[in-house]
């Protein structure tokens, strides 16, 4: 293999604009730069690098499998240049690593080495890391019992109780104290701000102030032009501050950088007009504090807790003889957030969308049922936070905003706020009146729209629906 074939992307390709989406996912770097960082990491003197396998690519990263002389595996993963800010992507990844191995227990491969640093003698930014132990879940969850799965269910909701056991004061992500510093003033440290239930026992909270809470390293807040715009990334103090920011950037860009484009579901003729975007962003904006539930339907509702938003069959190991978790991969950009803003559930257990048999359909209900059931015994706070009928209404908004002109998916969009109009009565927590309307004739023109897009729209909403929740979801092994 030459170095340009462990630089380019290899994997897919587009019909569309192939070469904007491969430059994308080209990773330059200084390879035995690499292989030496790699050997240091190791701190053993005279070993050597005799093997350099590229993993199957995922989106975002890079990822190679180096054996060492002495049958040592490491990983070594580097990210793409979509992967998200340089230097908050990784900072924030190992960081976050860091306080879920040590603070909270969760298994998660050791990393050995690491810069958030282009300008380093790997000429990009690194991570080299444990390989994770066991085998991936998504290459035995197929042929396991019914009651081994729900042993590796019991086992994701007591991954998911200890991550909900730490409540911190703000949203954003998490980085050193240190690495956060050199970007933003008046970092504080975790020992101040934050709330540790009961049942999570750290001998020492002193470990916690390496620890702040900094901007957010969302792909969606950072993406082309979106870099280099002074933007509200937070970290946010509370939910309504985080969902107007949303709003508020999308409109900054779209202000500056949405351009007349085609939609043919609306006219072969005439081009989409931003202004029509702009008007559609202020109503998000009116509407968006009041989808923040004021009074929520739990004390748990608008607590901010890390999470793993990508929880799929892949990132998730086990040894296959005693199907105990053995590593939790890929927390690339993990968060925190309120949780009624989180995923219900793990991706991996998410409904098919292709039409199966009715037995598959029944098996993937009955463990999802499993899951909600252990779920509220064991981690009742994550359970509470979900129970309001609505939720999907509230968030779905929130989770489309940011670069959706980009995606093309202002349909959406509106869709999603002509229900919360719609459903205002079962919505409002107080007297107020909904604060957007859309009349006759717009809603005419939406209907339209919809019975051009007709079948596709269900199939793209129930795609974007999961993309909101993660659109990060990454092929490479990464600590594999």
Not at 66 to 88: K, Q
Not at 260 to 278: A, I, Q
Not at 445 to 456: D, F, M, T, V
Request: net charge negative; proline share 6%; hydrophobic share 35%.
């Amino acid at each position: 293999m030459n170095k340009n074939e462990i630089f380019r992307y290899q994997r897919y390709k587009w019909l569309s604009r192939d070469c904007k989406h491969l430059a994308a996912r080209y990773r330059d770097f200084n390879l035995d730069n690499l292989l030496e960082a790699v050997v240091q990491a190791t701190g053993r003197d005279g070993t050597q690098c005799v093997k350099v396998l590229k993993c199957l690519e995922g989106q975002y990263n890079k990822a190679f499998v180096l054996t060492m002389i002495n049958g040592e595996e490491l990983v070594a993963r580097l990210p793409n240049p979509n992967a998200g800010p340089s230097f908050y992507t990784t900072a924030s990844e190992v960081a976050t690593r860091h306080f879920v191995r040590e603070v909270l227990g969760i298994p998660v491969p050791r990393i050995y080495a690491w810069s958030a640093d282009s300008p380093s003698s790997i000429e990009a930014e690194y991570i080299i890391e444990a390989k994770a132990e066991g085998h991936s879940l998504g290459s035995l969850w197929g042929r396991m019992s019914r009651s081994s799965q729900f042993g590796i269910i019991d086992q994701i909701v007591e991954i998911e109780r200890k991550l909900a056991s730490v409540s911190f004061h703000m949203q954003g992500c998490l980085y050193y104290t240190p690495d956060l510093k050199s970007k933003v003033p008046d970092v504080k440290g975790l020992d101040t701000m934050l709330s540790i239930s009961p049942g999570l026992k750290i001998e020492d909270c002193r470990q916690l102030s390496c620890f702040g809470i900094g901007p957010s390293n969302d792909r969606n807040l950072w993406n082309g032009e979106r870099h280099s715009m002074k933007l509200d990334r937070g970290p946010w103090t509370n939910p309504i501050h985080y969902v107007t920011a949303l709003g508020s950037n999308e409109l900054d860009w779209a202000r500056c950088h949405a351009k007349p484009r085609m939609n043919y579901y609306r006219s072969t003729e005439t081009p989409e007009n931003p202004n029509e975007y702009l008007a559609l962003l202020q109503r998000y904006l009116d509407i968006a504090p009041h989808l923040v539930p004021k009074q929520p339907c739990s004390e748990y509702d608008n607590i901010n807790t890390l999470s793993h938003a990508d929880l799929h069959l892949d990132n998730i190991f086990i040894d296959p003889e005693t199907h105990r978790i053995t590593s939790i991969i890929d927390w690339q950009l993990a968060a925190i957030t309120p949780s009624f803003l989180q995923h219900p559930h793990p991706q991996m257990l998410e409904l098919s969308l292709s039409p199966g048999s009715e037995e598959q359909r029944s098996r993937e209900k009955e463990l999802l049922e499993y899951y909600y059931k252990v779920t509220e015994k064991l981690n009742p706070s994550r359970a509470e936070a979900f129970n309001d009928p609505y939720l999907s209404t509230r968030v779905t908004p929130i989770n489309l905003i940011s670069g959706c002109w980009e995606g093309e998916d202002t349909f959406s969009l509106r869709e999603s706020l002509i229900k919360v109009a719609a459903y205002w009565d079962q919505l409002r927590q107080d007297d107020a009146p909904c604060p957007v309307d859309f009349n006759v004739d717009e809603l005419a023109e939406h209907e339209r729209e919809r019975e051009l897009i007709g079948g596709a729209f269900k199939h793209r909403s129930a795609v974007r629906r999961r993309r909101t929740y993660s659109d990060r979801r990454d092929g490479s092994t990464g600590g594999v």
